[in-house]
């Protein structure tokens, strides 16, 4: 495995190679960034990681400095994990000029995360189209867990006529259902323990939601829309003191509100625990559809 951190000894050792895969990371390597790898390496013969806090995308208040920066030992985790090669840039090559050019993403930027983190997908996509750029992969491997992320990635790729298959990789869950998270590590014990409440407050909403659309199709006058779940699952995690961004259910493919005939669904949270924001979401089936 080679660590490079430069772009110019980037694009030398990357000249010859095809097809790439690409996994993009801000580093702090968890076994869900692992399982990224995993995926890539079943798709392409030269494997590529990128460990870099992107400045871009971190709003003025919020975690860019104490983010965890692991390099020694991600870079030992992914020589493990059979990784060919290692980018991890310094600001100072990645934004040699001030970035004035900018990704605007589409409209659904603005909600969900967007809405709490303005510019936060901005400088998301702004860093990921300059990776690709660099890289040049064939595929790139982004995890569902920053599901609207993987979307708005999704979209720029196809929006802009990228000649990259964007593959989704599932979220790694730790034993009692937590999603894996670098800012898990920001949790203290109590926390971490409470923590599980969320991805159990996603699964009843999924279970609720099938419940009632089956009665639905079977004409049993159930509610059609599941708002009165949303706003339960909100007061459930408030009693017990979290504080709730939002818990939205959407169209997994549009991300939008749900419309008549929608099946694959996805229920979205990003909420606070003390001082630290977890988001998590579970995608669903309604059989038949929302009528
Ligand atoms: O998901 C992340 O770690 C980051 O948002 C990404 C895609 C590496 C861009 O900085």
Same mark, same amino acid.
């Given at each position: 495995?080679?660590?490079?951190?430069?772009?110019?000894? @980037?694009?030398?050792?990357?000249?010859?190679?095809?097809?790439?895969?690409?996994?993009?990371?801000?580093? %702090?390597?968890?076994?869900?960034? *692992?399982? @990224?790898?995993?995926?890539?390496?079943?798709?392409?013969?030269? /494997?590529?990681?990128?460990?870099? /806090?992107?400045?871009?995308?971190?709003?003025?208040?919020?975690?860019?400095?104490?983010?965890?920066?692991? +390099?020694?030992?991600?870079? !030992? @985790?992914?020589?493990?994990?059979?990784? &060919?090669?290692?980018?991890?840039?310094?600001?100072? &090559?990645?934004?040699?000029?001030?970035?004035?050019?900018?990704?605007?993403?589409?409209?659904?930027?603005?909600?969900?995360?967007? $809405?709490?983190?303005?510019?936060?997908?901005?400088?998301?996509?702004?860093?990921? *189209?300059?990776?690709? %750029?660099?890289?040049?992969?064939?595929?790139?491997?982004?995890?569902? !867990?920053?599901?609207?992320? *993987?979307?708005? /990635?999704?979209?720029?790729? #196809?929006?802009?006529?990228?000649?990259?298959?964007?593959?989704?990789?599932?979220?790694?869950?730790?034993? &009692?259902?937590?999603?894996?998270?670098?800012?898990?590590?920001?949790?203290?014990?109590?926390?971490?323990?409470?923590?599980?409440?969320?991805?159990?407050?996603?699964?009843?909403?999924?279970? $609720?939601?099938?419940?009632?659309?089956? +009665? %639905?199709?079977? !004409? =049993?006058?159930?509610?059609? &829309?599941?708002?009165? =779940?949303?706003?339960?699952?909100?007061?459930?995690?408030?009693?017990?003191?979290?504080?709730?961004?939002?818990?939205?259910?959407?169209?997994?493919?549009?991300?939008?509100? =749900?419309? #008549?005939?929608?099946?694959?669904?996805?229920?979205?949270?990003?909420?606070?625990?003390?001082?630290?924001? +977890?988001?998590?979401?579970?995608?669903?089936?309604?059989?038949?559809?929302?009528?």
């Amino acid at each position: 495995m080679q660590i490079i951190s430069t772009i110019t000894a @980037l694009r030398h050792r990357l000249r010859d190679e095809e097809p790439v895969v690409f996994v993009p990371t801000m580093g %702090n390597l968890h076994e869900g960034h *692992l399982d @990224l790898v995993r995926v890539a390496r079943e798709h392409g013969r030269c /494997v590529v990681v990128s460990i870099f /806090v992107n400045p871009l995308q971190f709003g003025v208040n919020e975690d860019f400095s104490k983010y965890p920066r692991t +390099l020694e030992q991600d870079c !030992k @985790l992914l020589e493990q994990s059979g990784v &060919d090669v290692v980018f991890a840039p310094s600001e100072q &090559d990645l934004y040699a000029q001030p970035q004035q050019f900018m990704v605007d993403p589409p409209a659904i930027a603005n909600e969900l995360c967007g $809405a709490f983190r303005p510019g936060h997908f901005r400088g998301v996509a702004t860093v990921v *189209l300059k990776l690709f %750029n660099i890289v040049q992969p064939q595929m790139a491997v982004f995890g569902k !867990k920053d599901f609207q992320q *993987l979307h708005i /990635v999704r979209q720029m790729v #196809a929006q802009l006529n990228l000649p990259i298959e964007v593959i989704g990789g599932e979220t790694v869950r730790a034993a &009692d259902g937590l999603a894996l998270s670098s800012r898990n590590q920001y949790l203290n014990p109590t926390e971490r323990t409470e923590a599980a409440f969320l991805c159990r407050t996603l699964a009843n909403m999924g279970k $609720a939601m099938r419940g009632q659309a089956a +009665l %639905n199709q079977a !004409k =049993l006058n159930s509610p059609r &829309d599941f708002s009165s =779940l949303e706003q339960e699952a909100r007061d459930a995690l408030s009693a017990r003191g979290w504080k709730v961004e939002y818990i939205a259910i959407r169209c997994s493919s549009t991300l939008l509100p =749900l419309t #008549a005939g929608d099946k694959d669904v996805v229920i979205l949270a990003a909420v606070w625990l003390g001082k630290t924001r +977890l988001i998590d979401n579970l995608e669903t089936n309604l059989q038949g559809g929302l009528s």
